[in-house]
């Protein structure tokens, strides 16, 4: 089992910039896919980043704006998020699925973006 601990998230103005960080610890050497999720009131919880090996993935509605990278030496996953608009307003959720498999969330980051 992995357990993860997200940090980084607050307010910010349209336009900004935030880095978020998802620390991993447990059996992390099992890892093959660690990313970033997230989820507005109402609504459901979407794919915002990912990377598996040494391949990354981005939605449509990041991409060129989100950047998504991983310390393998600190076991922790990265977000770094410009040009923050209000709609990127969200929880982010960091996953991780380990061979088995099996997956692990952590509590989630509150992101906020004022117009």
């Known amino acids: 089992q992995v357990q993860l601990v997200e940090s980084g998230g607050g307010l910010v103005q349209a336009g900004g910039s935030l880095r978020l960080s998802c620390a991993a610890s447990g059996r992390t050497f099992t890892t093959y896919f660690m990313g970033w999720f997230r989820q507005a009131p109402g609504n459901e919880r979407d794919f915002v980043a990912g990377?598996?090996?040494?391949?990354?993935s981005y939605a449509d509605s990041v991409k060129g704006r989100f950047t998504v990278s991983r310390d393998g030496a600190k076991d922790t996953l990265y977000l770094q998020m410009n040009n923050l608009k209000p709609e990127d307003t969200a929880v982010y959720y960091c996953?991780?699925?380990?061979?088995?498999?099996?997956?692990?969330w952590g509590q989630g980051t509150q992101v906020t973006v004022s117009s």
């Open positions: 996953k991780c699925v380990t061979y088995g498999p099996t997956t692990s």
């Open positions: 990377i598996n090996g040494d391949t990354t």
